[in-house]
């Protein structure tokens, strides 16, 4: 029969690496995420699912080298924030046009080379209920000059909000004015996505 010290020393050990486990779920939660297969999008095959807060979920789309996959992302209850990773795995944009719960975003992956290109979806930041969202592959067609250019402003965007967290504040201003040129040369001055970079750069310029 096994010494009670032995037993105690067991439980003791179970615990403590119950424990690490947690922590290291809490210090980093993409280990979580890891967990979540990737899902290949088809196109016109739209998909449907529930986000809750702190969940991550992954896709990803086959493309050739000049083309432009298009998506469509219904929000359905919850606010999310799309983003865009280049062949390379770096991150192109974090999209999050269409603030409502209740909305759409568009996005769009543009292939510089041949290749797999991931796409994540994740609830907003400060969105604590869960809600739905579908996204579907509307179209996979040559890339256009003007989706190259929406491309390019969302690099802009998503650069200006590093800068900002790093404290370089004018820098992120100068590439936020590049960004609105670029969307209101390509979308019109009444379009969303417009309006969202006037919105992004409002809040530089009078933060409070």
Known sequence: MRHPVSNVACLTRRRLSIGAVAVASLVS???AFAQQPTVALERDAAIERRLDRGEEH???VTLKAGDCAHLRVEQRGVAVVVRVYGGDGR???????DI???GVEEAEVVADAAGSYDIAIKPASGVAAPGAYAIRLVAIEPAA?????????RRLRTRATQLEADGL????????????????????????QTGSVLAELAERINPF
């Not at 991150?91 to 046009?97: K, N, P």
């Not at 000059?145 to 402003?153: I, K, N, Q, T």
């Not at 504040?169 to 969303?192: H, K, M, N």
């Open 29 to 31: 939660p993409k280990l």
């Open 58 to 60: 992954r896709y990803s």
């Open 91 to 97: 991150l192109v944009a974090d999209i999050q046009d």
């Open 100 to 102: 409502r719960p209740v």
């Open 145 to 153: 000059e003007a989706d190259r250019a929406l491309r390019d402003a």
């Open 169 to 192: 504040f004018d820098r992120a201003r100068v590439l936020l004015e590049q960004a609105l040129a670029i969307t209101e040369s390509t979308r019109g001055p009444d379009d969303v």
